[in-house]
């Protein structure tokens, strides 16, 4: 399983930003895909999920996004997205993608600056 996760970069306060993460090696469309992010001297947090058909695609949000942030999967793709809107100062980090077989796997991070 690669996951390989791009979109990231600097924006001002207020703006937006869409990433992206290409799966490989699974049959993604069955899969939960997480995405998470960290902050450097703190523990990675998870910010958005997106269940795989069996689940409907439901998608939870961390409530510090909700209304901000929207979680999609294009399956044929094989791609989860993160649509960043309304960005804060508070949300640099680097953002990472998640999924799980029979153990974590993650994509290579992919850093969001916001400025003020």
């Known amino acids: 399983v690669q996951l390989q996760a791009s979109g990231g970069g600097l924006v001002q306060a207020g703006g937006s930003l869409r990433l992206s993460c290409a799966a490989s090696?699974?049959?993604?469309?069955?899969?939960?895909m997480k995405w998470y992010r960290q902050v450097p001297g703190q523990e990675r947090e998870l910010v958005a999920s997106?269940?795989?058909?069996?689940?409907?695609?439901?998608?939870d949000y961390a409530d510090f996004v909700k209304g901000r942030f929207t979680i999609s999967r294009d399956n044929v793709r094989r791609t989860v997205y993160l649509q960043m809107t309304s960005l804060e100062p508070e949300d640099t980090a680097v953002y990472y993608c998640n999924t799980k077989l029979a153990r974590d796997f993650w994509g290579q991070g992919t850093l969001v600056t916001v400025s003020s």
């Open positions: 997106i269940a795989g058909n069996f689940g409907t695609n439901i998608t």
């Open positions: 090696g699974l049959n993604f469309r069955l899969y939960t």
